[in-house]
């Protein structure tokens, strides 16, 4: 199986802040690499998918990037809406794994 | 607009079963793939597998052989996910969530509220 090693696994940071996400696959997953954000009680929501492909309705604050087996989400300007916990997943090979989250905290 | 929609919540015994149903509604069900996640309390996300809507054919995550049975019916646009000799390792909230494009089928763009499944004696 394919493993997603996310890091940090909890963050705290302020409104108004750069914040990033990073996410490594233990393997080749070409672009093949997704980001859900997840608050409580409620089901993940699909923010970035193809590494950088923002999917319909995120703010344009979200933005995915690549490097090799190097993946990152970047929070331009964290808002009051984004404390949540976030996810990587790759669907290049099943399973489609998951990283073990981060949560971001209000600082 | 897009929706899936599970059943309610079960409180099931040790070895009892359970189903728990997707119906997925303002799209054509057959052209995009479903996906079953678990979250089990205070966890992050898991992969379960997903199920081919238009063949029917399954695939399923190691760990989630044996027990746990996906399945459809096309014509009420729903899935369901069945769990065999429950026990208290599988309490745990189900989502079903659909495929982003007719051509992938792990990149999930809509999601079902979940379903909580409790295995309790």
């Known amino acids: 199986d394919i493993q997603m090693t996310q890091s940090p696994s909890s963050l705290s940071a302020s409104v108004g802040d750069r914040v990033t996400i990073t996410c490594r696959a233990n393997?080749?997953?070409?672009?093949?690499l997704n980001w859900y954000q997840q608050k409580p009680g409620k089901a993940p929501k699909l923010l970035i998918y193809a590494a950088s492909s923002l999917q319909g309705g995120v703010p344009l604050r979200f933005s995915g990037s690549e490097s090799g087996t190097d993946f990152t989400l970047t929070i331009s300007s964290l808002q009051p809406e984004d404390f949540a916990t976030y996810y990587c997943?790759?669907?290049?090979?099943?399973?489609?794994?998951f990283g073990q989250g981060t949560k971001l905290e209000i600082k | 607009q897009v929706q899936l929609v599970q059943s309610g919540s079960e409180l099931k015994r040790p070895g009892a079963s359970v189903k728990v149903s997707c119906k997925a509604s303002g799209y054509t069900f057959t052209n995009y793939a479903m996906n079953w996640v678990r979250q089990a309390p205070g966890q992050g996300l898991e992969w379960m597998g997903w199920?081919?809507?238009?063949?029917?054919?399954?695939t399923y995550a190691q760990g989630f052989t044996g027990r746990f049975v996906f399945s459809l019916d096309t014509a009420v646009s729903t899935a369901y996910l069945q769990i065999s000799s429950l026990k208290a390792e599988d309490t745990a909230v189900y989502h079903c969530a659909r495929a982003r494009s007719p051509k992938t089928s792990g990149s999930l763009d809509y999601w079902g509220q979940g379903t909580l499944v409790t295995v309790s004696s």
């Open positions: 997943q790759q669907s290049y090979r099943t399973p489609y794994t």
């Open positions: 393997h080749t997953i070409s672009n093949y």
């Open positions: 199920i081919n809507t238009n063949t029917g054919n399954p």
